[in-house]
Every structure is written in C-alpha cells, then in structure tokens.
C-alpha cells in the first residue's frame, strides 16, 4: 500500500519527467493527425463531405504512423500514449460522428444525433479499454473493431455514396443502421487482425509482391470503391471469423468437458478420494 507521501510524490515526479522534455516526431505526427480531424470537421460545416472523407484517411495514417516511429526511434512515452488517444477521439469519434449527423442523419431529428452520439461515446469507451488492456491481450488481435477503422468505413461510404451519385432517400436508413452496427462492434469482444504481426515485415513469396502491386493498381483505378471495399471486408472480417470458430470451440467445450467426466469417473481418483 502506498504511504500518503508516495501518493505526493508521484505527480511532481511526472512533472519532472515532463520539464525533462517530450519526444517531437511521434507527438508531431499525433498533432498531424489531430489537424487532419480538425480540418475535417472544418470541410463538414461548410458541406464538402468528401474532402471530409478524404481527410479522415489522412488522419488515419497519421495514427498508424506516430506508433511506428515512435517504436522505430525508441521514443515511446507515456506522454505520447495520452496525447494519441485524446487525437483519436477527436479525430476518429467526433469528427465522423458529426460528419454522419450532417450528411445523412439529421433528418432523423433526435433519433439521428443519438445514432451520432453512440458512435461518439462507444469509440471512447473502446480506446479507454484498450488503453487498460494493452500490456493483457495478443498484440495480434485488437478486442472490438478499432475506432481508427470505424471512423473509416464511415469515411469509404461517404466516398462510395457521392461517387455514384446515389439519392440521398437511399443513405438515411442505411447510414442509421451502420452507424448502430460499428458502434456495437467497437465495444463488442470480437476480435479483429491487428497487422502487428512481425512476420508481414519479412521475407515472402514472390507472388506477395505482384499480389500487392495489382491491389494497388485496382485501388488507384477506383478507389472510392476498393477503399469501401477494403474497409467493408475488415469490419465483416470480426463477425465472420467469431462464426467460423464457433465450431471449433464448441468441440473443445466438450472435450475438456468429457475430459473432466472421465476423470470423476475414474476408479484410481476415486480410490484417492476415498484414502
């Protein structure tokens, strides 16, 4: 337990840590990040939803960035932690949350910013529990789809609706019902493909490199479809995998269930039991 002068000591020692200085290329990337979400919202108040689109992808890979340096650099802080999870709330729960309610929700009256609000607060609620379980899970699997990803399945479907020039009679009910969806999905325990997996950054087969270089060939050709695409097949991609285990686990369940009835069973534990 710790004494009351601990407890003292323990902002002064942060603060000290902090007058020492902070690391400037991860947090710039992390502010880089912030001001791409900032200027999205700006591009939504005036009514240019795809370059508010397009500017939540540009924070997107900002967010994915800040970490790597951050880790190539040897850099990491707990400073830099904070700082990125305040930008990914900015940027990734309430900049999409009001682009949807501009574009697409509003006619829904309470209902609509509602719908708004729980893709807000489940976007914050999902970064609060992967902050306190990021040293407890596999660093391969994310639990709940990430926020960054949320914010840009929302992104690829304002792209995707305003390439084809789709009414806007279709979006509302449809809009309304994914934003329900990823904002269950965010809090949800299905697990999603983190790509920290350090052998995607090793060698591989030749075929990799030419797979590679058609998808981005397809990706610049239409890429208000592919990103939909792409996006659409990650967040179906928890669901998807949670239903092709569920097999697999209900055989284990009754293995290690016979398992536990054979050995009640078996006369050698009874023997013991009874000595």
Same mark, same amino acid.
């Given at each position: 337990?710790?004494?009351? !002068?601990?407890? !003292?000591?323990?902002?002064?020692? $942060?603060?000290?840590?902090?007058?020492?200085?902070?690391? /400037?290329?991860?947090?710039?990337?992390?502010?880089? *990040?912030l001001f791409a979400g900032f200027y999205s919202m700006v591009a939504t108040l005036n009514g240019n939803y795809s370059s508010a689109a397009?500017? /939540?992808?540009?924070?997107?890979?900002?967010?994915?960035?800040?970490? $790597?340096v951050a880790r190539m650099t040897n850099s990491t802080s707990q400073f830099g932690v904070e700082f990125d999870s305040l930008a990914d709330l900015v940027a990734f729960g309430v900049t999409p949350g009001l682009m949807m309610y501009a574009w697409a929700l509003k006619p829904f009256g309470r209902l609509g910013w509602l719908a708004a609000f729980l893709f807000v607060v489940c976007g914050a609620l999902r970064l609060a529990r992967f902050n306190v379980q990021v040293n407890t899970v596999e660093s391969k699997r994310f639990v709940g789809l990430p926020i960054p990803a949320a914010a840009s399945m929302v992104a690829s479907t304002v792209l995707l609706f305003n390439h084809f020039g789709w009414p806007s009679s279709y979006k509302k009910l449809a809009i309304l019902a994914l934003i329900y969806l990823l904002a269950f999905l965010m809090v949800s325990s299905v697990k999603y493909y983190s790509f920290k997996d350090p052998e995607l950054i090793k060698r591989q087969p030749f075929g990799f490199l030419v797979l590679a270089v058609v998808l981005l060939i397809i990706i610049v050709a239409e890429p208000?479809?592919?990103?939909?695409? /792409?996006?659409?097949?990650?967040?179906? *991609?928890g669901p998807i995998g949670l239903l092709l285990s569920l097999p697999r686990r209900r055989r284990l369940e009754k293995a290690i269930? $016979?398992?536990? !009835? !054979?050995?009640?069973?078996d006369p050698v534990v009874k023997a013991g039991d009874e000595s």
């Open positions: 337990m710790e004494t009351p !002068e601990q407890i !003292e000591a323990q902002p002064a020692e $942060k603060s000290e840590n902090i007058r020492r200085g902070i690391y /400037i290329l991860p947090n710039l990337i992390t502010a880089g *990040s397009i500017w /939540i992808f540009i924070s997107a890979i900002c967010d994915g960035l800040d970490g $790597k208000a479809v592919m990103m939909f695409v /792409i996006m659409l097949s990650y967040v179906l *991609s269930h $016979k398992g536990h !009835e !054979e050995l009640l069973h």
